[in-house]
């Protein structure tokens, strides 16, 4: 049976009759530990966490602090049970010891959902950085045989599967529904009938949970696939791969951003694709353009790509221009080195993005640069933009390779600066095919 | 048994919750399921004062209809079933109208834009044109839902990770 009992106006004393006590001091919105003691007789048997967890459970809207002397090592580790985190140092604190300072904050989880274009994926988030869980369900392997992404089949499947990949994910993280903080899911943009299934879902558990729902963008968790496991330096510049977007961002801190440029035709996924179809490749193409390209040699002669002073790019000359070369080939009777003509077009496509967002980088002085998107995850890109970074002296981040195709750990990172702003969504959020960031 | 009815197979949506012979009934007409069905269910939820989990049965038509349409209640009685681990029955469309109603000889038509989906009680399919099932006699497309009720009585819960869509037609690309 805890008691409190106030001291004076700031101090209160929460006691447990013969065993302990904490007193605790109430300044503005600070709440600060100043004294734990339990009788010597009843150490260890879980007081002092059970008075604790009464002040915390009951302060909720108070930031929590206290010192520990860096040599109590139960105490320390008592706290960190508790959820506080070591956020400073006072040397020589307690004499020749170190005090630690801690403040108290709660692990943040947050089930996510992303169900944009042909992967159904749900993944648990601690924090906005920590991958507890995740599950991709890829229907890849069904629509091969269509050579592309069948938009009625992908929502089919969704449905289908969505039961499945939250049940896997969840037994994956050993959690509950009621662990979550938060429900969050990819709303917009996307194919409209897959974006829904997820929505829905992450709407219900909303609803049954009475917990809050995020939306999120998808192409703002392309770039938050830079959180996971990796803190952002601002001002950054953020580039876009991927197979339905080709953009320059500017990025002066994590609320403020600016389009510099885009595409002004098709994506570059979506241009590998195609490339890959001409020459008969299997879908999805671009990862069979890649792996040809590493076997061959830059031999046929490509296009410049928009050579201007923009920050746009352009991918459907280059596109033409293979088309073009491929059919007289065949006209006279000759085959094309596949081999040569993949690497061929990937050097010229990997210059035309160096060189854009080389541009961006000087242009803006910014150092620092995160690649992003399902394009990402191709090595030679990746080899070439980190050398001209290194050129210029620009750090470069890319997320590993798994989080750069689509799954919902990019959207649960992306969610968690939404949940402790409480830009919260309402049950009545609808998909979105095409949205801006 | 007290049930959650969902029916999102065209462009009324309709929600019953049905304790024992209470049924509460909201419909709305909506061009966007997305924007209407949770909000709905939420307003119903809390003019009675009730949560999801005292439910112990949910009933969702699964089509013919709209795919989209179909998708939404599906997803969202999937979700709620899995959650709460609560069984989860499915009715198809033409089903639910057909038990509904007390003729004899009974068919249920549901017109969408180039055809026909034609139920009866021995088979479903769709079609272009009504020519070859002139004996029979159309029932009204309305639901009554202790009749559905009764119904379901006498058929069993469906695996929820195993619940599909009834789409009757066949589209292009699966031809």
């Known amino acids: ?437 | 048994m007290n049930t959650l009815f969902i029916d999102t197979h065209d462009e009324l949506i309709t929600v019953s919750f049905i304790f024992k012979n209470n049924i509460f009934t909201k419909e709305v007409i909506s061009e966007s399921h997305s924007t209407h069905l949770l909000p709905l269910i939420n307003d119903m939820l809390n003019e009675k004062n009730i949560k999801l989990n005292d439910f112990n049965r949910i009933v969702v038509v699964n089509g013919p209809g709209s795919f989209t349409g179909i998708r939404i209640g599906l997803t969202v009685a999937k979700t709620i079933s899995y959650s709460l681990n609560i069984p989860i029955y499915t009715i198809s469309s033409l089903k639910a109208y057909l038990v509904s109603s007390d003729i004899d000889n009974k068919m249920c038509v549901i017109e969408d834009s180039k055809g026909y989906y034609v139920g009866t009680n021995d088979f479903e399919i769709y079609t272009d044109s009504l020519e070859d099932y002139k004996n029979y006699n159309r029932v009204d497309n309305k639901l009554d839902i202790l009749k559905i009720m009764d119904y379901i009585d006498t058929i069993k819960p469906v695996n929820v990770h195993g619940v599909k869509a009834n789409y009757v037609k066949v589209i292009e690309a699966l031809k």
């Open chain 1, 1 to 437: 049976m805890i008691e409190e009992i106030k001291i004076n106006e700031f101090d209160t004393k929460y006691f447990i009759k013969d065993i302990g006590y904490v007193i605790i001091r109430k300044l503005y919105e600070h709440l600060d530990i100043t004294d734990v003691y339990i009788n010597e007789d009843k150490r260890r048997q879980g007081y002092a966490y059970k008075i604790l967890k009464y002040i915390i459970d009951n302060n909720s809207n108070y930031k929590i602090m206290l010192e520990v002397n860096e040599i109590n090592t139960p105490a320390i580790n008592l706290y960190k049970k508790l959820g506080f985190k070591k956020i400073s140092e006072r040397e020589k604190y307690y004499k020749d010891k170190t005090a630690l300072i801690m403040e108290y904050s709660k692990d943040i989880y947050i089930l996510a959902i992303e169900s944009s274009c042909d992967e159904t994926s749900v993944s648990i988030v601690k924090n906005g950085t920590e991958d507890i869980a995740t599950i991709i369900n890829s229907q890849i392997d069904i629509h091969k045989n269509y050579g592309g992404v069948v938009p009625e089949i992908a929502s089919r499947k969704h449905m289908e599967n969505i039961t499945i990949v939250l049940d896997e994910c969840l037994k994956k993280a050993n959690m509950k529904f009621e662990d979550m903080d938060a429900f969050a899911c990819t709303y917009a943009p996307g194919l409209t009938g897959s974006l829904l299934v997820g929505l829905e879902c992450a709407k219900t558990l909303s609803l049954i949970y009475n917990k809050p729902f995020i939306k999120v963008n998808h192409m703002l968790g392309h770039i938050s696939a830079n959180k996971i496991n990796n803190t952002l330096k601002y001002p950054l510049i953020s580039l876009i791969v991927s197979g339905g977007h080709t953009d320059l961002i500017f990025m002066e801190d994590e609320n403020n951003s600016k389009y510099l440029g885009s595409t002004l035709d098709d994506a570059i996924g979506e241009c590998y694709d195609k490339v890959a179809k001409i020459l008969g490749l299997e879908y999805p193409g671009g990862p069979n353009v890649e792996k040809l390209a590493l076997s061959g040699k830059d031999t046929y002669k490509m296009p410049i790509i928009l050579n201007d002073e923009s920050y746009n790019f352009s991918f459907s000359g280059i596109k033409s221009h293979v088309n073009n070369l491929v059919h007289n080939e065949h006209q006279r009777g000759n085959e094309v080195n596949k081999e040569d003509l993949c690497r061929s077009f990937q050097d010229a496509v990997t210059e035309h993005l160096v060189s854009k967002t080389k541009k961006a980088l000087l242009d803006y002085n910014v150092k620092y640069l995160l690649i992003a998107g399902g394009v990402a995850s191709n090595s030679h890109i990746r080899e070439e933009l980190q050398k001209m970074c290194n050129s210029i002296n620009v750090e470069m981040h890319v997320p590993d390779k798994k989080y750069c195709t689509d799954n919902a750990t990019m959207i649960g990172a992306a969610a968690y600066p939404l949940y402790l702003k409480g830009e919260f969504a309402t049950l009545d959020t609808n998909a979105k095919s095409n949205e801006n960031i």
